[in-house]
């Protein structure tokens, strides 16, 4: 195990432990209030045992041992914590049935009743964690005892599936092959078995009717992923899986880390501006990483933040917003591995040029919409609409899906990657920008105006901004789809992309695209209305993309001004 410690110690760039002789007792039993038992481990520095030490709390479905128990557990116990790490209700030896994300709040708050009672807790308890154990977090955020000094939730949000099930844009890969991994995690070679799965997921999704793909994949039903193919977010408030009212509730201060190719990026900025504009004391970091990118920034700000409040202290000061700002800096990949470590957030691996930012707010001030206009011949204009109204066509088929390339997707294939045989298919047109004459600094929100009409009522609009460098290779930067009813009728369809912090540099160009579909990332279009879990039948249709005139097509992207101060991290 000391090997591991050091192994991951170098692997995301971290400064030396306290100690690596480490205690665990495991299978402490954990009483909630409907009477079940959920088991725990705990581990601390041997000799600290009755020590007090502050408490990091980790509630997981995915296992107390193996990769979970070698790496950030350990990590946080070698750094000055005692870490409980509690398996979620029905997982790895917990009492009762695993209901994803059902049970959260209940049993979060019998497990703080039960930690805070503990001889070996001394009153300082740190809630800490990723995704779904960030948002088990957001579950108890507005009813923490007085014992709870700080939270952490990492790339994560408070109503964690519903931006993957919107009516308006089912993104179909993530909660599937969730759903299929969770279902099979405690079966031996449990991680050998995932790598042989996803063939058959990607040959699951294809099929029809897509009601029948847990089968096919699974080999047996399975209740979640057949109620994430019947789910609707719009119909009735689900207190169990939508702890959005719950975020200005919380009474500890909040540090939120994120990535900008992550799943859940939109929803965990949207609760950082919340606990900003209700005057809670919260901070935010994000940087430029995907769900499942390795790097040292959450351990070192569990150490630094959350380890000062759990002992009464003011953490180092910094400002409330932390962004990378990708594209940005003067470095190559070499260059960025060593500017990252030596600000103390870098990963130990180069993810291209760009430089850490602090600002004041999410969005930040200074950044201003600025139109980039679709025009004829391929062109992306900064200026008015071009005053001829003209389109562009294309040719959808969702028997030939439009494939997804990079962007935010949970595993593999996510993130930054090139382009290239992407934009030369016939069902993706481009717009791109002359060669920029001076840097293009883009941090915010992005969005785009598309004045659609397709052949058929139903259709989706998939708009991507990528960045072409000098070379003429063109790598994603953001994106988004939203599905459209009544696109027989031409009107203009709004789609909100990822947010983003992004550099365009000088030499390079602006490159917009619209297609119709990102599969599987996001549920095919199949044109003819049917719900997505009994659809048998495929549409091809022809869409329009229109421009000039009447129809002022545009992406929308917030560029710095020239006048608004940078603040670089030194």
């Known amino acids: 195990m000391n090997l591991r410690s050091h192994l991951l110690q170098r692997l995301l760039g971290l400064g030396p432990p306290v100690t690596r002789d480490l205690v665990v007792r495991r299978d402490l039993r954990v009483p909630m209030g409907d009477g079940v038992e959920l088991l725990a481990d705990r581990w601390v520095a ?23 128990g070698g790496g950030s557990v350990r990590l946080l116990a070698e750094r000055g914590f005692q870490v409980v790490v509690q398996s979620a209700r029905g997982t790895f030896g917990s009492g009762g049935d695993f209901e994803p994300f059902r049970h959260e709040r209940a049993d979060g708050l019998s497990t703080l009743e039960w930690v805070v009672k503990q001889p070996w807790c001394a009153g300082s308890v740190v809630l800490v964690g990723a995704s779904y154990m960030g948002f088990a977090q957001w579950a108890v955020a507005d009813s923490l005892p007085p014992e709870v000094k700080a939270m952490i939730p990492m790339v994560t949000e408070s109503a964690l599936t519903l931006e993957f099930l919107r009516p308006d844009g089912f993104s179909l890969e993530t909660p599937f092959e969730w759903g299929v991994m969770v279902a099979g995690q405690e079966r031996p070679f449990a991680v050998l078995r995932q790598l042989a799965q996803a063939p058959r997921n990607r040959r699951a999704l294809a099929g029809l009717p897509l009601g029948g793909a847990d089968l096919a994949a699974l080999g047996h ?21 939508d ?39 919260a901070r935010l970091t994000v940087g430029p990483w995907a769900h499942l990118s390795p790097h040292g920034t959450p351990i ?63 969005p930040p001030v200074g950044y201003a919409p600025r139109r980039f206009h679709l025009g004829s011949g391929g062109v992306l204009g900064d200026g008015a609409p071009g005053e001829a109204a003209a389109h562009d066509s294309y040719r959808y088929d969702p028997a030939e899906p439009t494939p997804a390339v990079g962007g935010v997707r949970m595993g593999r294939g996510s993130g930054r990657v090139a382009n290239g045989e992407l934009e030369a298919r016939g069902d993706v047109l481009t717009y791109t920008t002359a060669e920029l004459t001076e840097d293009v600094e883009v941090v915010g929100e992005v969005g785009a105006e598309i004045w659609f009409r397709s052949s058929l009522a139903y259709a989706d609009v998939f708009v991507r901004v990528c960045d072409v460098d000098a070379r003429g290779r063109s790598f994603n930067v953001c994106d988004g789809l939203v599905s459209v009813t009544g696109a027989d009728e031409l009107a203009p369809v709004h789609v909100s992309l990822w947010p983003t912090a992004y550099r365009f540099r000088r030499g ?63």
């Open 46 to 68: 041997r000799g600290r045992e009755d020590d007090g030490l502050p408490v990091a709390l980790i509630r997981t479905p995915y296992g107390r041992r193996g990769i979970q």
């Open 221 to 241: 039903r399975s209740d979640y992923l057949q109620s994430i193919l019947a789910h609707d977010t719009d119909g009735d408030h689900d207190d169990q899986l």
């Open 243 to 281: 702890h959005r009212h719950r975020v200005t509730g919380v009474s500890v201060p909040v540090s939120s880390i994120g990535g900008w190719y992550d799943i859940f990026l939109p929803g965990q900025l949207r609760d950082f501006r919340a606990l900003q504009e209700a005057g809670r004391p």
């Open 300 to 362: 070192r700000e569990a150490v630094e933040f959350g380890l000062a409040h759990a002992r009464g202290q003011t953490p180092p000061e910094r400002a409330p917003v932390r962004l990378f700002v990708m594209g940005a800096g003067g470095g190559g990949d070499g260059q960025e591995q060593q500017q990252e470590r030596r600000q103390g957030q870098g990963s130990g691996k180069g993810r291209g040029k760009g430089e850490w930012r602090d600002f004041d707010s999410w």
């Open 508 to 570: 390079h160009r602006i490159r917009v695209q619209v297609s119709s579909g990102a599969f599987p990332r996001f549920a095919r279009n199949t044109g003819t209305g049917e719900p997505h879990a009994t659809a048998t039948v495929l549409l091809a249709a022809d869409q329009e993309v229109h421009h000039g005139g009447g129809c002022p097509s545009a992406v929308v992207l917030p560029v710095r001004e020239q006048s608004s101060p940078q603040r670089p991290v030194l």
